[in-house]
């Protein structure tokens, strides 16, 4: 490498000379003294010329000794001190030389070279620069002083002979700029400072010089440092000159890909030739994204076609990249990455010639540069823990499921004969097996793969996981290989599934023991001790020993995974379709009860001439506090059908699993606000797909049967145990709703114990009002009841900090999985999306014009609608149509018999809802990228749950554009 015009004192000694006498080369000045033909000018001239050559040889020697010392110390990485002198560019393009990286060969004029190039003018030139405050008049002279400058002689000489020794034989070469703040910490200038391509020494480099310069002043560049406030009076900048590669391929390469942020995928875009038609849009790139365990996607067709060596249109008709290729150029990025300290995001610009790759330039990525690789990562996801904490929720509620969460896994840990030794070893992650951020409840990824890898299998084990959580990350952990253990935790997981049934009916039956007393109590007169006695009863008898459910949870994971796996074998991508299918109208559903007794209340109103006309004169709120006086016979006798409802089924309401919400139990309005606009609809011919009961329904039952003999038969000899297992999947999912329903009964008693401690709190003047109970934490309120008083006293101060962060958190977004590189902060945290692939893409574009959108198919059958969005359970929709929504939780279930479809974007395939929909018979799609995007309400489309795809037939735009033409 070569640095023509360094920044330090006596850098150049031609260039600094040129510059004390005004700029000129003794050549030029001699010209201007009017060609005087005396014979003492003459003699003049011919010493002047003599001492020009022997100078130029003095120059040529004194070079000669600075880039051998050069070239000895090149295979350092050059001091940050040289920043200003290289420029961005050419300190990182430095960086790659001396660190063994291949690069084109390349000499750089350092920054002081401009300033010498500016001579008399740079006075001028700086003033104006100090004083740009947005004119466009100070940057056109500024322009002009750069463009109409002439290069003096010396300069002119020096780069001559750098291009001839460099370039000779008529190499090509660019001229690229490297400002001193272009390709910095923060700010990368980036497509706003010229490079100018093929030049040879017989072109016209001066002028491409010049436009370098010019640009660094350009007033896009100029307006972007005025608005960062990084505007300086002693901007300046370098200039690389670089041999052009004569590329089969060039193209850009970013070690975190931009388009989804996900740090574990690399996104590499390449075209043919040199890489200017790339950067300029004129050429169409092949993007391939690899990951970390180097796997490579297409992200188009027209790159998977490349992969099957097939002759490309965009290429003219050669060959495109190879697979070995790609993976070469993800590897050459990741080393690049990984040879700074601080393991950041890097925008690589490379060519490829035959077998070599060359590297042209390497900037951060300035939209990461907080991101740093090497620190310790925390990955947050909401897959499947949405449908119970969707949104924001409170202190009291997060530190009650998180010890919740831990005490049932360690419980499940030690029942599958796991070591104390390694339980212990992963307490951190046991304590985190969810975690806050934002007020927003998330599953930490890092902590349930770490727990999964102590059990035998781990590998496929993984996969069921993630199939059933509806997550996936690229994870490496060791895995667990003592056969002895496996074979005992395989005959101890057997075990347990023999006896399922009868461990299910044990706990059921402990469980109404336990907590029989104290459904839908209000604890009235308790004190705060008596309720933490209940709780720690509770706590003791029912959440100490939660294991039943957790085992029917795995076994449901195993035998789902196993026989997604067997369809997958022998129908490919028909697999889900005829699962789906097969796992509909199941019957035994406990947790579809709630919607079938919901539209037989209805129907009994109906019937009911004084049910209606009580509903009709009276509001929602009205008939909530009749209910809670008890009024006369009459009213109770109308009354107790809905009494019955709210004892039954009163815990289970939209967001149940959050300690604040009001269920039904402590605010019965919603239910009878809901009753109202269902008599006032009637006769509407507005219904749900559901019918007037589920007695239809369960006629249809006996169709399960056939269904799960159809699905065997056409399995060939894997016949039987398709059979079998769909019989035990189909099993562990009823129960699976049976059990955790018992969840939605206990959390439902430790509301009511909070509040009547929050009660008694407020009484006591130690907060304000009874609800505030929920910003504070368990164990703040426990060790306050044990005793430890001092802490109580900034409560008032830490509710209000912490109800202010709720209702500030609560209008932020909600991203579905976020990676933390450090500190749980938003500057250290990446959104992460999922990036299409080819075939989801190819899907959609060979269908309907892309107006089809795909996704899990839920089963349910065929159906067209008009679209009703959801964005929250309050929302209530009229009958009739097809809802979408980003997700839902079980308490959604009261509006299922509304619609005649569901639609989700988030979930997966055993999702509480998606359960009970098919249970229902209603057309379900779930995990529909971008749905609550693409679907508007008003839209009209046709679902087909069994496939697992919606077409849109008219948008709510089309339709009314077409009802206004019809007017006319």
Known sequence: MRIEC??????????????????????ERSGEEGGNASSESSR??????????????KEEAMEKGKREERERSSGRIPDLSLLPVLGGKGWHLQRLRALGFLTPDFFIWGSSCFYDFLG?????????????????????????????????????????????????????????????????????FAGMMDSVLNLSTEDDYIAALKSCYASCFSERA?????????????????????????????????????????PDELLVSLAAGSGEGLVSGSKDSLDYTVDILGRLSPCSEEAE????????KAFGGRRGPSASLILRLAELGRAVERSYPRRRARDLEFAVRGDEIYLLQDRLITAYRQIDKNRARTILDNANIIES?????????????????????????????????????????????????????????????????????????KSYMEAMMGVKVEWKEPVQKAKLRKVRIYLRFLKRMLRIERDSRNFLRRFERVTAPYQGADFEGWENSALKALYAKLEREILDDFTTPIINDIAAMLSYGSLLSLLRKKRGEDAEMLLGRALSRQGGVESAEQSFAYRELVEKLREDPRGRALFREHSGKELSELFKRRGGKEEEALFSGIRSYIKRFGARSMEELKLETLTLLEDPEPLFSALKEELRREGSGKSGRIGKSGKAHKKKRGMAGRRERRLSKGMGRMGLSVYLLLRLTKYFIRNRERLRLRRTYIYAIVRR????????????????????????????????????REDSRGWKERIAGRKKKFLENREKPAPPRMYFYGELCPENMLSVSKRS?????????????????FGIPGGGGKIRGEIRIVRKPEDLPEPGFILAAERTDPGWTVLFPRAKALLIERGSLLSHSAVIAREMGLPVVICVPGLMKKLHDGDRVFVNGTEGWIEIEESQEAGEERSAGSRK
């Open 753 to 788: 114990i909070f509040l009547r401690i929050g009660k008694n709190l407020a009484g006591e003047g130690l907060i304000s009002e009874e609800r505030d109970i929920f910003f504070l934490t368990k164990p703040e309120i426990f060790s306050w009841i044990d005793g430890e």
């Open 222 to 262: 100029m307006e972007y440092r005025r608005r960062e406030g990084i505007l300086r009076g002693d901007l300046s900048i370098a200039v690389i000159f670089q041999e052009m590669v004569e590329a089969d391929f060039s193209g850009v390469l970013f070690t975190t890909d931009p388009a989804t942020n996900d």
């Open 305 to 312: 076609r490349a992969l099957r060596d097939s002759p490309l």
């Open 6 to 27: 360094r920044g330090e004192k006596g850098g150049n000694v031609p260039l600094e000379r040129s510059r004390e006498e005004g700029g000129n080369a003794p050549s």
């Open 44 to 57: 003049k001239k011919g010493r002047n010329a003599a001492f020009r050559e022997r100078q130029r040889e």
């Open 837 to 853: 692939s080819a075939a989801e893409r190819r899907r959609e574009r060979s269908t309907s014009g892309g107006r089809r959108l």
């Open 120 to 188: 008399e003018e740079l006075s001028r030139f700086q003033e104006l620069l100090l004083s740009y405050r947005g004119e466009r008049e100070i940057l056109e002279e500024m322009r002009n002083l750069i463009l109409g400058r002439e290069l003096p002689l010396r300069m002119r000489e020096s780069l001559d002979r750098e291009l001839r020794l460099h370039f000779p034989d008529g190499r090509r070469f660019a001229v690229r700029s490297s400002a001193v703040d272009e390709d910095g910490e923060r700010h990368s």
């Open 389 to 461: 904490y969707a949104g924001v929720t409170t202190d009291l509620t997060y530190s009650f499921a998180r010890e919740v969460y831990e005490k049932i896994y360690r419980q499940t840990l030690r029942h599958f004969l796991i070591p104390e030794k390694e339980i212990e070893r992963i307490r951190p992650e046991l304590s985190h097996m969810i975690v806050f951020y934002e007020n927003k409840i998330y599953y930490c990824l890092n902590s349930w793969y770490k727990m999964t890898a102590l059990y035998p299998g781990y590998e496929k084990n």
